[in-house]
């Protein structure tokens, strides 16, 4: 699998060229995948070995290669942080065909788009310290096929010039066009090998659903440093992070397989290194697609959690993620947009949610066993308020 990595400094712009550079890639036709790898080693805490989870990030990308073949895609896109000094952990993507190509920028430019993202604060000065000591870590090392100096260039022009630094990269030329398996067939086979060693691993999945702009991403990652905090090993997945392929259409049945593939894929890592706990939010929208993720973890204890909102919360929620109003998430469909694209988005949300709560998707039935189900009421209520009654429902801190 031909997979091209964008690594550099923070706020270099890894984030927004992968992005720019898969989606030309999915109009020009092409059949391919992306990740932020920055999303596959959310687990704590680290391994003592691997401080940073750079071996992690690399562990889960590899594995997870194969899930991606067979959801239809022939190559990947795809960024993250890397050691400045080794770069990519090569030994753990045995199955990939790697092109590293670094994103660099001068100091003063670094420093610059530092304080246009993160203001100016004393508190944060230790965090641009950091930074630019990364920067120059990595301009004094070797690793990396090709590099990119974004100094002075316009975001929209970094993706060229990477192109034009990568010519050969086989993601580039016109035979990735060409679909290496039916993405919407059976694939028994690579199902069963994305369940080896996960089978018998147990531990507690939570998994956070609801329409779109409740509040899901929000509200899990403040339920996870809870669980942080109360010094648990535990995990956190962004189901969408993982779902990201060309070949398919995005909410369909294959996407969800490839998420529940990719979930079972980094939950077997994760366990490796400690975890017993994990959230995981995204779309479950029927008991179909809470089947997919029962088949991919047989052994783990389920709960669903699906989260509600009125169509005035909804609807504000849904604008406040157009003006930036949470994580710059890669490939978030509603940021920037306009307010009556917004509307539209958040009056579908409001039908969804009640849809789900008329149709009682994801409630327990015979053929979800091991799989509790709850139903949580965000309305006038903060991430914290919310993730406090998760919580409750729970049992949290669960053993």
């Given amino acids: 699998m031909p997979v091209l990595w964008l690594c550099g400094p923070a706020g270099v712009g890894k984030s927004t060229v992968s992005w720019q550079l898969f989606t030309e890639l999915t109009r020009a036709g092409a059949h391919v995948g992306f990740a932020d790898t920055d999303q596959l080693c959310m687990c704590y805490p680290a391994p003592g070995a691997d401080p940073g989870r750079e071996r992690l990030k690399a562990q889960n990308l590899g594995a997870m290669l194969a899930n991606y073949q067979a959801a239809g895609a022939r190559c990947m896109i795809v960024n993250g942080v890397v050691d400045p000094v080794r770069g990519v952990y090569r030994e753990e993507l045995s199955k990939a065909a790697l092109t590293v190509c670094r994103l660099r920028a001068d100091r003063d430019e670094l420093a610059r788009r530092f304080t246009d993202r993160h203001g100016r604060s004393a508190d944060l000065q230790d965090a641009l310290t950091d930074t630019l000591a990364e920067a120059e870590a990595m301009d004094a090392s070797n690793f990396g096929d090709a ?34 398996c039916d993405a919407t067939g059976p694939d028994t086979e690579t199902a069963s090998r994305s369940r080896v060693g996960a089978d018998a691993l147990g531990g507690h999945i939570l998994l956070i659903s609801g329409p779109t702009g409740v509040g899901k991403s929000t509200i899990g990652f403040a339920l996870y440093l809870r669980y942080l905090r109360a010094g648990l090993a535990a995990g956190y997945i962004d189901l969408r992070q993982i779902g990201f392929v060309s070949a398919g259409r995005p909410g369909d049945q294959s996407q969800h397989r490839l998420e529940a593939r990719n979930l079972a894929t980094m939950w077997r890592n994760y366990h490796a290194v400690g975890a017993r706990h994990l959230i995981a939010t995204g779309r479950v929208e029927s008991d179909a697609v809470l089947s997919a993720y029962r088949e991919a973890l047989p052994s783990a204890t389920i709960t669903l959690c699906r989260l509600y909102a009125g169509p005035a919360e909804l609807t504000r929620r849904v604008m406040s993620r157009g003006d930036g109003g949470s994580w710059p998430e890669p490939g978030d469909p509603l940021r920037g947009q306009p307010a009556e694209f917004l509307a539209d988005v958040a009056d579908r949300a409001a039908a969804e949610g009640d849809a789900l709560d008329r149709s009682g998707a994801g409630t327990i039935s015979s053929n979800t066993a091991q799989i509790s189900a709850l139903r949580i009421d965000t309305d006038g209520r903060s991430a914290a308020e919310a993730a406090d009654l998760i919580a409750a429902a729970t049992g949290f801190p669960a053993a």
Avoid: Y
């Avoid at 260039?153 to 679909?179: D, E, K, Y």
């Fill in 147 to 180: 590099e990119v100096e974004t100094s002075g260039v316009p975001a929209g022009q970094v993706a060229a010039l990477v192109r034009g630094s990568c010519p050969h990269w086989p993601g580039f030329l016109a035979g990735a066009a060409t679909p290496s």
